[in-house]
């Protein structure tokens, strides 16, 4: 039986907000773009954080920021250099509209940044939550966020309502508008790190109190991960390696560099040299690589070029690829 709800007046939506900011200071993972409020170091994390683990962003941001430490740099950088730095965290497309976004900020707005979310919405790859979260952390806009952690746990708290709008009415409605920035990191982290999908932490929760269904799984369980195998060919000469590189009308990783496949009837003609695993959004892969000849390879319906370890690594390459050439040196050395 859930417990009997509790009617959120304004003195327990003070107690509320004080509890979970008070939680928040105490308990809060010590990240680098935490350490201060500047809009494009936010911007960058958001954009990065964007259906990626925080433990698969802390190294991807720190190169970043050596790359492109302010948005000057950003905007005047070439899109392959962006590429090349943001390669192993997927999703593309978020590094090219980024890029875009620096451009405008920099020509139309004379390098001022947007102050809110209404603003914020108006640059590519900026939606709803990002705006939000950039505009209340950074310029403390009291403009509340979802994402899917604040979802669940707005859905422990209050139950489930049944439309996207009316959660975001939710969020709104328990906002500490005084400090919105700390308010939204703290229900984002509250989500993260206590309310968990699968064993949520609820003798820990700083706002138990008020939850009607603690303990509960609050989403149907997800689709099972699909399964594949893929064969890539390694081919070297003289230390320099063989990449071919994606279409530009490719409707994933555009232009992107990666090594060649192998056809489905070579397959068994060779032993790979290395076998790894690699999972992107919801596939899980098998990858084998084996080691070639250029003559053992199809006629190449892209660009194809070799290139040395000090220019591949510069390269706009696929995630997948950069670990297996990284893989591969160590299984040979």
Not at 147 to 154: A, K, Q
Not at 201 to 227: D, E, I, M
Not at 299 to 308: D, I, L
Request: with cysteine; net charge positive; proline share 6%.
């Amino acid at each position: 039986m859930s417990k009997k709800a509790v009617r959120l007046n304004s003195i327990s939506l003070r107690r509320l907000r004080r509890d979970l900011r008070a939680w928040y200071e105490q308990n809060r993972r010590d990240l680098p773009w935490r350490g201060d409020r500047d809009p494009y170091r936010v911007w960058v994390s958001e954009i990065m954080l964007q259906q990626t683990r925080v433990a698969a962003v802390l190294d991807h941001y720190e190169r970043f920021m050596r790359r492109f430490p302010s948005l000057q740099c950003l905007a005047a950088a070439r899109e392959a250099s962006v590429l090349a730095v943001w390669s192993g965290l997927g999703y593309y497309h978020r590094a090219r509209r980024m890029r875009e976004a620096a451009k405008v900020i920099v020509r139309e707005r004379k390098g001022e940044f947007p102050r809110t979310a209404e603003e914020w919405r108006k640059l590519p790859g900026i939606g709803r939550y990002t705006a939000a979260a950039i505009a209340s952390i950074a310029f403390g806009e009291p403009a509340a966020v979802v994402d899917g952690n604040v979802e669940r746990v707005l859905e422990r708290m209050c139950g489930k309502t049944g439309s996207r709008e009316a959660v975001w009415q939710q969020a709104e409605a328990l906002l500490d508008r005084e400090r919105p920035g700390d308010f939204n990191q703290a229900m984002m982290e509250l989500g993260a790190t206590l309310c968990t999908p699968r064993s949520p932490q609820c003798l820990l929760c700083p706002v138990n109190t008020w939850c009607q269904f603690p303990g509960t799984k609050a989403r149907s369980s997800q689709p099972a991960r699909k399964r594949k195998q893929v064969w890539y060919a390694l081919v070297r000469n003289d230390g320099a390696v063989l990449l071919v590189q994606r279409p530009a009308d490719a409707s994933l990783m555009a232009g992107m560099w990666e090594l060649p496949t192998v056809q489905e009837g070579q397959r068994n003609a060779h032993k790979p040299m290395l076998r790894l695993r690699h999972s992107i959004t919801d596939t899980d892969y098998q990858v084998s690589v084996i080691v070639a000849s250029p003559e053992q390879l199809p006629g190449p319906k892209t660009e194809v070029r070799w290139f040395a370890r000090k220019q591949w690594e510069r390269l706009p390459l696929t995630g997948l690829t950069r670990k297996v050439l990284r893989k591969s040196e160590i299984a040979s050395s």
